[in-house]
Nanobody
Framework: QVQLVESGGGLVQAGGSLRLSCAAS????????KGWFRQAPGKEREFVAA????????YYAAGVKGRFTISRDNAKNTLYLQMNSLKPEDTAVYYC????????????????????WGQGTQVTVSS
């Protein structure tokens, strides 16, 4: 069974950093476009960042651009999100997602495009 498992969340002070990881099992997601989304209490799930299968194309939400960096290690089938200069408004549950049969350089911003989701990891930023 294919699984996506996030880790690395936690509690951090404003201005701090965290690195999220998402390990995928199964060959199905080894060549997949991937992304990070987040959901704060009472709000809809929102796009954070996406990366192409090749790793050569990335895209960020305006509110995190310049602070967050998405990357992937295809040999390890692992996706990362480096989050710097964290703000209280970044507090949310963060989810990784993967899309099978994606284009080699394409990125996907719509959560409906994704086939698989992790269980989420909580990120809390205190002021």
């Amino acid at each position: 069974q294919v699984q996506l498992v996030e880790s690395g969340g936690g509690l951090v002070q404003a201005g701090g950093s965290l690195r999220l990881s998402c390990a995928a099992s199964g060959r199905t997601f080894s060549s997949a476009g991937k992304g990070w989304f987040r959901q704060a209490p009472g709000k809809e799930r929102e796009f954070v960042a996406a990366i192409s299968w090749s790793g050569g194309t990335t895209y960020y939400a305006a509110g995190v651009k310049g602070r967050f960096t998405i990357s992937r290690d295809n040999a390890k089938n692992t996706l990362y999100l480096q989050m710097n200069s964290l703000k209280p408004e970044d507090t949310a549950v963060y989810y990784c997602a993967a899309k099978r049969s994606s284009g080699y350089v394409a990125v996907y911003l719509n959560p409906m495009d994704y086939d698989g989701w992790g269980q989420g990891t909580q990120v809390t930023v205190s002021s």
